[in-house]
Structure formats: C-alpha cells, structure tokens
C-alpha cells in the first residue's frame, strides 16, 4: 500500500467517530421474561392488572407494545404489570426506541397542551413524550406520550425510579402475548 493510500486511511480512521461512523454503543438489552402474569381475558379500554406477590427484588423495567396498545412491566424477568394505553396518532406519533426515564413528577402539568393534567408524569424526553395518568378509552389518543389509567399510573409511579429503562416498541414477545 502506498504511504498516501496509507495516510489516507489512518485519517479516516481517526475522524470515523466525529463522522458517526463508531463502533454502536452498547445499550441495555431488553427484559429477559421468565414469566408472564396469567390475566385470563384481552384487556380493554382502562384494563389493567398488578400482581408483585412473591416476586424478587431487581431493577423494573418497562415495555410498551405500540401495536397491542398495551404497556409491560418486569421485575427480575417477571411481569408485575400489564396496562392498555392510549398512544399518538399516526400524525404525532409516540416514538419507538429506548429511553431512561428523566424525570418523575406527581401532580405535573402539561406545558405544551394548555395546562392538560398529566398525573403521574414519568418523563421520556425532554421533547414532551411521557407515560402519565390519562382517561383510557377504544379510540382515544394524546399528543405522543403513552396514557395508561390513573390508577395503574399512581401504581406504576410507585415503583418506577429515574434512570429505569423503557423500551417502545411494536409486537413485543408475540409468541408470549397473543
């Protein structure tokens, strides 16, 4: 190789990561499910179940399935919660990917949709997409965030702390879910 062709290539090498041309950085794989709850019907509109008997101590994680319209919560790879939710419509859609949640606040209020009550607000982005406390029902929707009945919200609150990963996404686990 020529000592240009050479040059050329270590240049490359070196400015690959202010290029975004890195190595992916490596991001939390998803919950590892040993057990899911047995809810014994679909759940419908406002639905949910929360059942953390005998189970282990660990870190909860969270799942939202955007094409179930359902939300998943784990604990050492055991479902403790399943909610139906309201999500964003195809023109303000609720993003997919994973996201720590930033910030946890109680009594919040929306400062983008006039003062709109979001109780139980887990914040996902700084941009206004948030699981939080919302009236569940078949053809409702929100602006982007994910709205889960408020009772399952003051329960989800509860448990869920600053940092602990969700992951949205579409058809989660369909052998384990149907």
Known sequence: MSRALRCLFAVILLLAPAAGLAAPRRVEPAPDVHTVLDVGQPLGP???VWDTD???AGPTRIVVDLAKRRLYVYRAGVE???SYIVIGPPEQPTPTGRFPILQKDADHYSSTYGGA????MLR???GGVAI???AVEEDWVTHGCIGVPTAFARILYAHAKVGDQVIVTRNWLPAAYP
Not at 117 to 120: D, I
């Open 54 to 56: 005998e189970v282990p």
């Open 132 to 134: 939080h406390g919302s």
């Open 124 to 126: 996902l982005t700084w």
């Open 117 to 120: 009550p979001m109780p139980y």
């Open 46 to 48: 406002g639905d949910y």
């Open 80 to 82: 403790i919660g399943r």
